[in-house]
């Protein structure tokens, strides 16, 4: 039985609070321990978008806008761009 990344995150930190941006559960990579945020992978985030009906050109301009752009507090999440060697 294994449960997701979000599950885990609440679970270690259950005196915490975070912001968690609606419907990218499986973007989420992690935790930002030194300032207690959601790690989401961008990528990750724009193929939900994809999946979701969303052109690449359209998914890509709302992350940048609608996702990247928006400040919702100190615990805002983290967008980061994961770099894999080849």
């Known amino acids: 039985m294994s449960s997701s990344k979000l599950q885990q995150i609440l679970e270690l930190y259950p ?3 975070f912001v968690i941006a609606d419907g990218l559960d499986d973007a ?3 935790v930002d321990d030194n300032n207690l945020k ?3 992978d961008i990528e990750k985030v724009i193929d939900i978008l994809i999946k ?3 052109e690449v050109d359209d998914a890509i301009e709302y992350y940048e806008y609608n996702i990247a752009g ?3 507090g100190e615990n805002t999440p ?3 761009r994961v770099i894999i060697d080849l």
């Open 15 to 17: 005196d915490d609070t």
């Open 28 to 30: 989420i990579i992690g």
């Open 38 to 40: 959601i790690v989401y």
């Open 52 to 54: 979701d009906g969303m």
């Open 70 to 72: 928006a400040y919702v």
């Open 78 to 80: 983290s967008f980061i």
